[in-house]
Structures are given as structure tokens and as C-alpha cells.
């Protein structure tokens, strides 16, 4: 990266790095030199281009700019699936755009290169989260398997007032196939009985209106033609018996 202190600056905690010293007996310690084996940067998108992406948590964000060096081009993909890794800046861009339109939180965590042309660091490689639907989220259409699908009614995110429907997806196969669970308690004689995973010939079963209250995570996922649908991670179903 460079000698002298200056390019201390560009070095942030939780960065992995290994330090060498002049002496390792004398006191104090003094550096010789500083490798960075490792550079991250943790955050929530707030808005995407062609060129960089805002970064960072609340009032405290940075601009990131996709890496281009060769051997370290930019690539993203959803949590759980790398083998998805994605070079298309677009995709990313469109995948944001659709998240922040259904108003969820896009968390992310970049992977750093450094770019030693313009002294800066630059992202190689983005993971974007499971986005979680509001906590007041229930089942209005329940799942089928001919469709693949069930439809649920949330909530905004930025603002719980006004509920919003949503179609969401159910993966049987695939890296990111959807885990279902129930969890059911018992008033009458106070147990709680937990499963994980449900199996899929059981969703339809379990996956209804009736349900009290369910949580789920999802993710954008983009057609050839360009539409989106939205696809869950993960499904838990609440059923309270009083």
C-alpha cells in the first residue's frame, strides 16, 4: 500500500493484519511494517449506480466504487449461494432498486481490494443479506405447491401503517432452497413443540392463513426478461393454542 504513517488512514477496524516488529523484545513495540491479509466494510445500500454505491449505517456512509483491477473484478451474490457470484453491475443496480421500492433494509458485506493506481480501496466482492419482511407479516393466501408460492401481507419497514401485499416464492431445490419450521405452543398444557426443517410435502399443510404470525427473509431474484419475484430464504410459522 505504501510506506510512512499516512497510509494508516486507509487501514479500519476489523480489517485482518499481521505487524512486524523492529524489536519484538524491546518496550515500547515499534512497527516495521503493517500486512493487510484481509479489508471489509459492513453496511446497508442505500442507493446504487453503474459507477458506485452508497455505503455505510445511518448518517455515516461512504461511496464505494467497483473494482475493475484485473483478477479482482467486481462480483456480488446472495448470502449462501457464491457460486451465483455475479459480474453484471446492472443486475445488482435493478436488485437494489427493487428492494428499496418494496422499502427493505439492503444489508451487505464487501470485500476490499486495494488499488494501489488510485491509493484507495475498491469492492471485489459483495454478499447481500436476507432481507427480512416486517415482524407483523401474516399469511393471506396460503402456500401452493402448483404455484411454488403463497401470498402474505406485511408492512413497510420505513412505516408500519399501511400493509402491502407480496407474492413470495418457495425454493424445493437448488443451494437456496427454502427451510421451513413451525413453531407451536400449547396453552392447555404449556409446551412447545419446535421443527426444523419441514419438509416440502408438508407446506401446504402448514403454510395458511391460519397460521398466527409467521417470519420470513427474502431475496429479489431477476427473470431473463427482467421481472423480479421475490424468493425465501427461510419460513417460520407461529401457530398459538390457547
Known sequence: MGTGTSIL???????RVEVAFVDPAASPRVAASINVHSAHAEGLVTGATLDNFAFGWRDHT??????????????WWFYGSPSGRSPVIQDFVDSVDQ????????FAHAGLYWDQANTRWVVENLVLAPMKLHEFTKIT?????????MGVST????DDSVPVTMNVMLDTAGDLQTVVGSFVWNAQTNLVTFTLPVLPAEWETLLTPAVNKVKIWVRPVKATDGTFSWHAYSVIAYQFIR
Open 9 to 15: 488512514r486507509h487501514i479500519a477496524r476489523g480489517f
Open 62 to 75: 461512504r461511496t464505494m466504487v467497483y473494482s475493475g483491477i484485473a483478477d479482482h473484478i467486481f462480483g
Open 99 to 106: 428492494a428499496r421500492s418494496a422499502n427493505l433494509w439492503v
Open 141 to 149: 393466501t396460503g402456500y401452493s405447491a402448483a404455484a411454488g408460492s
Open 155 to 158: 408492512y413497510d419497514c420505513w
